[in-house]
C-alpha cells in the first residue's frame, strides 16, 4: 500500500489508515509526505521513518524494490 500525503490532508489521518490497513493483513505500507522529506514505513508490527536522504527499501515484502525518492521528488 502506498500513500502520498497532498498538502491538504491530513497527517494524523492518514496515519490511522495505514495502521488500519496493516491491522487488515496489509504487510507492507508506506505513506510518503513530500512536504516533511520522509516516508512512514509500516511493516512487521512497526512504524520507521525514512528520510528522502536514505533509500527506501521494500523490507522483507518485496525485498528487491528499491527507491530515492529524492529522485522522484526532485528534492
Not at 508506506?30 to 528520510?51: D, G, R
Not at 523490507?59 to 528534492?75: A, C, G, I, P, W
Amino acid at each position: 500500500m502506498i500513500e502520498i500525503k497532498s498538502n491538504s490532508d491530513n497527517l494524523l489521518h492518514l496515519k490511522a489508515k495505514m495502521q488500519e490497513w496493516m491491522t487488515n493483513g496489509c504487510k507492507l505500507a508506506w505513506l510518503i509526505n513530500p512536504e516533511e522529506k520522509c516516508t512512514y514505513c509500516y511493516f512487521e508490527n512497526q512504524e520507521i521513518i525514512v528520510s528522502f536522504d536514505e533509500i527506501l527499501k521494500g523490507e522483507t515484502t518485496l525485498y528487491d524494490l528499491k527507491l530515492n525518492l529524492n529522485t522522484l521528488f526532485n528534492t
